[in-house]
């Protein structure tokens, strides 16, 4: 048995979920926590199930989780020093001990546990001695958080202060129990805590203290991974403490404030009423399974737990459309004329159906007129649900445009000036990215077409057969054969590096979307264009494409925010200072907000304190949603 090991590929694992609760074994993950917790609780004995093998060699994808696993072995078997040390210049020296503190793995009390059993098998008195400096750190530490907590700190300063804490501490740890040239099972003892003259213990117990704070402070109550013990619908439940997005939050403040952008959007003036034909612009999202079950076993394999996630997260959907199509009729109050429910085309594979309580929730919607349910045909099984409903978008309907939108958006002004400058000449247009080296599928603009809706088909019916690397974004367009993942396993960036090559090989690019209608090239468009033109294009295109102002996909996640402050990407900032709403006094100069990312959902920030000014207009026009339009009962007052 053994408790360490070297962690090369912990560079490929995600940074902001240590707590693993977004991976496909996110329900057994949790259940172990549960299980360690009642361990050191004194509830349970620790005992080896069938259901532990399933994880325990998951180690690129939740190393803490594997750490644990180890830890509570060796409660039961003999603990192999020469392994130890592995652990604590491998595991340790990548992931620091504000983050472990922050995910809610027990691994402080576990190693405190192992030190007291094994203090109290020994013969001889273990003194403080020359590691006594190592604890009075940890207490340190410790003291100080109580000391800001008690006396009212913000959690941005009071997580900040211990992170600085905490790094100080880690360091004199390493330092003082490297080893030199000592042997190896003498080191891993000194680093344990297991070495009468080098102990560690108390920092330990200490760790151990703070955690327990932390996620009394921070963890979310909750019954499963994204449901909360009174019911309501909280995916941050699924991350095992919010403090991290504290971070993010302090990053985007600090970007905001930088770049000057005011938190709040100016109220758009009314305009005169317009005639026009009814029905003949529309906007759209798409609800796949890849969206409602990721990450869920939804098969009826995984138990009721699994059964209960997968409810919460269709809810959680819901509430993101409810506020979407909320958004949407509150900016088209002041537009000249109104575009109609948000169409929500559903694309589910074979055998799946909506949890109940969803479906019911969506009809509800339906009925209050907010959205329209569109139940599309079954897809393919060569497709994925995802890029059907997407292929969907360009089946004629009787719209002649129809705007796309995530459902991660929030529509800050009116978007009828868009189809205005659309009507002619423009069969699609979407935005760059922050890089603008390629684009962003979130919004898209598009003329639905029986012809366009063939061709593209055809090009994803054929995109099994594409090898190589992707243009946009340099990644293998394939991460194993697709014949033997059945379309799933995508290389490259999902379905947008397909949408970027098939745009560029089969429209005419005319350049960026102009208020008085038509397209033309624009400086900062360089970047994208080399791509673009570094292979040929179509002699028979299918028709015109151009980009969208990048005020209406604007990027409002913690990182977006901080490389546009940094000028990172600064063809972005020209793009924004050039846009639609650049000449406002006083408002915020964009027309959409998007949050890409799976752990960058602004209803994912069930504490408020972890929330930007910009998630928190999310939060407000969800907050009016609900006070408008009745929203389902368990799924009311995500905080």
């Given at each position: ?98 983050n472990i503190a922050l995910t809610g ?360 057969s594409w090898k190589g690397l992707s ?135 069930c504490l408020s304190s972890t929330r ?28």
């Amino acid at each position: 048995m053994w408790i360490g090991w070297f962690l090369p590929p912990v560079a490929a694992y995600h940074a902001h979920d240590h707590s693993c609760g977004w991976t496909n074994k996110q329900v057994l993950w949790r259940r172990l926590r549960q299980r360690a917790d009642a361990v050191l609780a004194g509830a349970t004995a620790w005992s080896r199930e069938s259901w532990v093998d399933q994880i325990a060699e998951e180690l690129v994808n939740c190393p803490l989780g594997v750490h644990v696993i180890e830890l509570l072995d060796a409660e039961t078997k003999s603990l192999d020093l020469s392994r130890s040390r592995q652990m604590g210049f491998g595991l340790y020296n990548v992931v620091s001990l504000w983050n472990i503190a922050l995910t809610g793995w027990p691994t402080f009390g576990l190693l405190h546990r192992l030190c007291r059993r094994a203090f109290a098998n020994s013969t001889g008195t273990h003194r403080p001695a020359r590691g006594a400096f190592v604890v009075r750190a940890a207490q340190r530490a410790r003291r100080r958080y109580e000391s800001n907590a008690s006396r009212g700190v913000s959690d941005l300063e009071l997580l900040h202060s211990l992170e600085v804490d905490l790094n100080q501490l880690r360091s004199s740890w390493f330092a003082r129990f490297d080893g030199g040239g000592a042997p190896v099972t003498e080191v891993a003892t000194r680093w344990l805590g297991l070495d009468a003259m080098e102990p560690s213990c108390e920092m330990w117990a200490e760790l151990a203290t703070l955690q327990r704070q932390l996620r009394h402070r921070f963890e979310l109550p909750c019954a499963s991974g994204a449901r909360r013990l009174d019911g309501a619908v909280c995916p941050g439940c699924r991350l095992a403490a919010q403090g991290f997005w504290l971070d993010e939050r302090r990053v985007a403040e600090a970007a905001l404030a930088q770049l000057g952008l005011p938190g709040q959007p100016e109220e758009p003036a009314a305009r005169a009423a317009e005639r026009r034909a009814p029905g003949a612009w529309a906007t759209a999202t798409v609800l796949t399974s890849e969206d409602l079950f990721r990450s869920i076993r939804h098969d009826g394999q995984g138990g009721s737990e699994d059964w209960e996630d997968a409810t919460a997260i269709v809810l959680a959907y819901v509430d993101a459309l409810r506020t979407l199509a909320f958004s949407l009729r509150r900016a088209g109050r002041h537009g000249a004329a109104s575009l109609g429910p948000l169409l929500v085309l559903l694309s589910l594979r074979q055998g799946e159906a909506l949890p109940q309580e969803a479906r019911e929730s969506l009809e509800a919607l339906e009925e209050q007129g907010l959205i329209q349910l569109l139940h599309l045909p079954i897809p393919p099984q060569h497709l994925w649900p995802r890029a059907w409903g997407k292929l969907q978008l360009w089946q004629p309907r009787g719209y002649d445009l129809v705007l796309y939108l995530d459902a991660d958006i929030l529509v800050l002004d009116d978007l009828t000036s868009l189809f205005r400058a659309a009507a002619e000449g423009v069969d699609a247009a979407a935005a760059l990215t922050r890089s603008m080296m390629g684009l962003n599928g979130g919004v898209m603009l598009l003329r639905p077409s029986s012809h366009i809706f063939h061709a593209l088909r055809a090009s994803l019916e054929e995109l099994p057969s594409w090898k190589g690397l992707s243009r946009w974004t340099g990644r293998p367009w394939w991460n194993t054969p697709p014949e033997t993942s059945n379309g799933s396993d995508f290389g490259s960036y999902g379905d947008q590096d397909h949408l970027n090559e098939w745009l560029a090989t089969s429209f005419r690019f005319a350049g960026e979307l102009q208020p008085g209608g038509g397209c033309a090239r624009q400086p900062w468009q360089r970047a994208y264009v080399d791509v673009r033109d570094a292979e040929p294009g179509s002699k028979q295109p299918l028709g015109t494409f151009c980009t969208l102002p990048v005020g209406f996909n604007f990027c409002a996640t913690a990182g977006c925010l901080d490389q546009l402050a940094s000028k990172e990407h600064h063809l972005a900032l020209e793009s924004l200072s050039h846009g639609w709403s650049a000449g406002r006094s006083q408002a915020l100069p964009v027309q959409v907000l998007h949050w890409p990312g799976a752990l960058r959902k602004p209803w994912q920030r069930c504490l408020s304190s972890t929330r930007s000014r910009l998630d928190e207009l999310w939060w407000k026009t969800f907050q009016e949603a609900c006070l408008e339009v009745e929203p389902p009962s368990k799924s009311e007052g995500l905080e």
